[in-house]
């Protein structure tokens, strides 16, 4: 017991001399050079796997039910006609991180690039527009229907091949994390 409080007593003065200074942290270093890219043999591995989910990608399909009318027909943002307006619920395919479950309002005209109204008021369940789609969706009385065609998502995958990831949504793929 005296050998502890002799050691304590020891540091005690030892800090008082130096000041009671204590070592500064180091410098905390960015996220990229703590965890890194994974293996390039984890990135072959993984690399069917994200072709089979950018395929999933490129199609977006869905039917809804609820009272609206009115025509939404694209070839990109930069060519686009369409009138829409109506309130429905439904389901479909939008991709594999957004939700599949449709309950929205619209009220929405469009021509060319510009596009004046609401194309979805709620976000977490609205089915995306995106700029580089071909899309035919419909609402005629109760019913709803889309196809789309996400042509980023065509050049993804075809980048994908080449082990490039422009979406940045591969798995264990470079800048996943």
Request: aromatic content about 8%; hydrophobic content about 55%.
């Amino acid at each position: 017991m005296n050998r502890i409080l002799l050691v304590v007593l020891i540091e005690l003065l030892l800090a008082g001399a130096m000041g009671c200074r204590t070592a500064a942290p180091p410098p905390a270093a960015p996220v990229e050079d703590l965890v890194g890219e994974p293996p390039v043999v984890v990135q072959v591995a993984m690399w069917p796997v994200n072709r089979v989910l950018d395929l999933l990608e490129i199609v977006r399909f869905g039917l809804g039910v609820g009272p609206g009318i009115g025509a939404d027909l694209r070839v990109t943002g930069a060519g686009q006609l369409a009138a829409m307006t109506g309130l429905a619920a439904g389901l479909g395919w939008q991709g594999r991180w957004r939700s599949p479950v449709l309950l929205d309002s619209r009220s929405f005209v469009a021509g060319g690039p510009v596009t004046l109204g609401a194309t979805g008021v709620n976000p977490a369940f609205a089915w995306p527009r995106t700029f580089w789609e071909i899309r035919a969706e419909v609402h005629a009385a109760l019913v709803l229907g889309l196809v789309a065609v996400d042509l980023f998502e065509v050049y993804d995958f075809a980048a994908g091949v080449l082990f490039f990831d422009p979406a940045e949504d591969d798995i264990l793929g470079p800048h996943w994390l």
